[in-house]
């Protein structure tokens, strides 16, 4: 069998300057969670087949790489001919590991529980530009903290790590959407469709960005919904929003929407807002979906002018950890395109200009004297001890490469030592 | 099927304390290699299975995690009965993927290169005590440099970094021991074993730090060997040795050896004890014969007292980057026992000590009203800016462990906020 050169289909190597750049957003991102009290954890990158297929992951549960059972284990699958082969499969996302984790740990963890993972996470998925089978997570999560108060921590955290990163950028601007799923059901309610009908009426209207109110009507229509209900429900979205999300949905309050829900999502508006940076929009935005059905109540996402995707999302999920790992506890997270966000630093940024060129690279000469080399280490431990990058390296024979090599690098100062060096 | 709460059979979750101090030697490590110019890289978890069963990998092959194909790949392998069902595998070092990340991308390169590798690796091995299924390595390799300047940089750099993360702990001191495996193969030679019994004659003086010279020797007996050459070999082992290298392969240099290894010895020796700190010992030690059998010259591995295990080891394997990929070029090596290393420090450090009592907790009252609520989360993010770790949580009935929670978690001061606060 020959040696493949190629990562596996879909998966990528990470040059040094990528992942320079990556560990620098790793390292913002951590920091800044800390500061809010969010402490990281880890679990393993393989978990047992039977969490990751209990039809809580949704699409995502065909796209797991399966792993092969072992020894005898794989012997008997193979004999019964069942199609049982793997018992394990790699992680799809960080949400069925933190259960997990939380239902094994509960007992060592404080409460609320401020959890924030950093991993690769591994789907199948078709590969396409800026899709890779692999690729980083970085989800925060606050568990068995009920009120809204976990919300504004959440958002306030999460907007103050991308106010810090995109500052890199010079773009000081995005803006967080906050609705909450009963409101989003109280609308459906309002125009009248009937509860079987939500879920779909829902993915309908997370289209909105792609093809507009216009869109979502004809789509609505086409589904066969009462024009009545259609149109009630279009009605909504062209009222344009107020300033509070109790005056924008006053005319279903008390009927079809508890007060509280309006009210929550009021305080939890203003008080990220005073907590944000300038150039952060904090709006109530009725049209916000969020895919994954197992939001209970608030959800929010982060977008940003000239793309035309979310760079973080989340909610809160209180009956989600409960099914999965039978503790029932309440939780809420905000998960971060990590990927998302080095594509939009990436696009903005010169990939020829270093960072720095304060390194200094001592070239030396095959025939310099044992104690001259000697000396240069001694000279180049003298300045790594100030925190310079250093580096010592045989004199090429193609010397204008190996310099210009250097010099992307950040190299910027070059030592070149004969025989007869004296120190620089 | 339901929900399983433990980690897969021999892995481990991560709590928020073991993590952290994992994530400071990761960023003292990193921190380290930079300084010497070494840059770190990532390749996927997913390695093609024709390049992990290349036979390269030894033992390490049969503890392979097996990826299961998908759709008509493994429809086609079950139907043909044939044993291939994995295309791929979880890497087992990152030694493999190195080689096949060099091939990959050696135009955009450097030369030398220097890589810094930390990442999980995987081995479906028996588990026990320290040992697991999924392991993070940390790797360091200098390829292209085919000097002795690059043994000197990796020892120097991994005695640097070992110095600093062991001051932690108010350990100062461990071993370097540095040998040859041109001088290896001279003492067998020179003893009069024939060449294709030296791995086996290797493989038993490997055990010499576990059962000692005597039991060297019998079992060198018990393998057949001539008693002539076994007495002369051990012979080599009683003779203690000089300072240099030079002199304690006197016996065998211009016939057996050449000089020029001895010599190289002493120089990367002599430049090394130069760079360390006080504290440190390098020593040329020939009974160290490092398992694997790809390396071509230098050999060198680190200990501290107390502990039995190697906590780095490395050399130099100038032709298996060529053998794995087709680019035949020169590479030395250091890996880091970053498991070990963490265990070292496990236990030398008082699991119950929290790093630091700054952080500050608001505890709130549930009837405390939305702008009393808004100042506290100013008030924080004040602290927070002030690089203060701060969190803000709903009041808990059991507030008692509550704060106890917030203690160990490093919360010195805790703020209770009820509807008559008026700031802290």
């Known amino acids: 069998m020959d040696f493949i050169k190629t990562p596996i289909k879909g998966m990528r190597d990470c040059l040094p300057g990528d992942m320079k750049l990556r560990q620098s957003v790793i390292d913002m991102i951590r920091e800044t969670y800390t500061r809010y009290g969010f402490t990281e954890i880890e679990t393993p990158a393989m978990e047992h087949i039977e969490n990751l297929t209990n039809k809580q992951g949704g699409e995502n549960e065909k796209l797991i790489f399966r792993i092969l059972k072992r020894g005898q284990s794989l012997e008997e699958a193979l004999a019964e001919g069942k199609n049982e082969l793997a018992d394990s499969g790699l992680r799809y996302d960080l949400t069925v590991p933190l259960a997990r984790y939380y239902a094994n740990n509960v007992s060592s963890l404080p409460m609320p529980f401020k959890s924030l993972q950093i991993g690769s996470v591994w789907r199948a998925d078709n590969p396409q530009k800026g899709r890779f089978r692999q690729f980083t997570q970085c989800d925060i999560d606050i568990i068995g903290e009920n009120s809204i108060l976990a919300e504004i921590e959440l958002i306030a955290a999460t907007s103050d ?233 045989g004199m090429r024979k193609n010397l204008k490469r190996q310099i210009d090599d250097l010099a992307l690098g950040g190299y910027g100062s070059v030592v070149r030592v004969y025989k007869d060096y004296s120190g620089s």
Chains 1, 2 share one sequence.
Do not use: W
Request: glycine share 10%.
């Open 161 to 393: 790590m991308l106010t810090r990163i995109f500052s890199r950028i010079g773009i000081s601007g995005f803006t967080v959407h906050v609705s909450d799923r009963n409101i989003l059901r109280a609308m459906a309610a309002y125009a009248g469709f009937s509860e079987e009908d939500f879920s779909t009426v829902f993915i309908i209207l997370d289209k909105f960005d792609k093809i507009g109110l216009d869109g979502v009507e004809n789509e609505l229509k086409k589904n066969g919904y009462p024009e009545d209900a259609v149109r009630k429900y279009v009605d909504i979205f062209k009222t344009p929003a107020k300033d509070t999300a109790r005056e924008t949905c006053g005319f279903m309050l008390g009927s079809f929407l508890d007060e509280k829900y309006a009210d929550g999502l009021d305080t939890i508006i203003s008080c990220v807002r005073g907590m944000v940076a300038e150039g952060v929009n904090v709006v109530f935005d009725p049209t916000l979906v969020r895919g994954m059905s197992y939001y209970t109540g608030t959800i929010f996402e982060c977008t940003i002018d000239d793309y035309h995707f979310a760079i973080a999302g989340g909610g809160r999920y209180d009956k989600m950890i409960g099914k999965y790992s039978g503790v029932d506890v309440s939780a809420c997270g905000f998960s971060i395109g990590f990927e998302r966000i080095i594509t939009i630093l990436s696009d903005h940024m010169d990939p020829n200009a270093p960072a720095s060129k304060d390194g200094v690279a001592y070239l030396i000469h095959q025939d310099t004297p044992a104690e001259t080399v000697l000396r240069v280490f001694r000279e180049a431990q003298e300045k790594r001890r100030e925190g310079k990058t250093v580096t010592v390296q």
